[in-house]
């Protein structure tokens, strides 16, 4: 069972930053989803397990950047000039495919979640 803890979020304002942790319990495929009350889960970045490939949303690509460290089993989500439509629950996710070099987009392909961390980021 694959273990995922999350760590950061909170309150911003626009314009801000904001950084965002999830360690696992080995390397994996993995991403940074997000979701509003009443909305479907939207992906808002992902990376390959070799972390050679990077997928971002449109809506956040210029202004969040994922990284991962191997070694420590670890990826972070760094969200720079934070909008107020990017408040949301953020959920980090680990896809069990075992291909290197594959970044996965949909929710469809990730088997584990983290709790979710909520950000909020005011006007």
């Known amino acids: 069972q694959v273990q995922l803890a999350e760590s950061g979020g909170g309150l911003a304002q626009a314009g801000e930053s904001l950084r965002l942790s999830c360690e696992a319990s080995?390397?994996?495929?993995m991403a940074w989803f997000r979701q509003v009350p009443d909305k479907e889960r939207l992906i808002a970045a992902a990376?390959?397990?070799?972390?050679?490939?990077?997928y971002y949303n449109d809506a956040v690509k210029g202004r969040f950047t994922i990284s991962r460290d191997n070694a420590k089993n670890t990826v972070s989500l760094e969200m720079n000039n934070l909008k107020p439509e990017d408040t949301a629950v953020y959920y980090c996710?680990?896809?069990?495919?075992?291909?290197?070099?594959?970044?996965?987009?949909?929710?469809?392909?990730?088997?584990?979640w983290g709790q979710g961390t909520q950000v909020t980021v005011s006007s």
């Open positions: 080995g390397a994996y495929p």
């Open positions: 996710a680990a896809s069990s495919r075992t291909f290197d070099n594959v970044v996965y987009s949909h929710p469809v392909f990730y088997d584990y």
């Open positions: 990376m390959s397990r070799d972390g050679a490939k990077t």
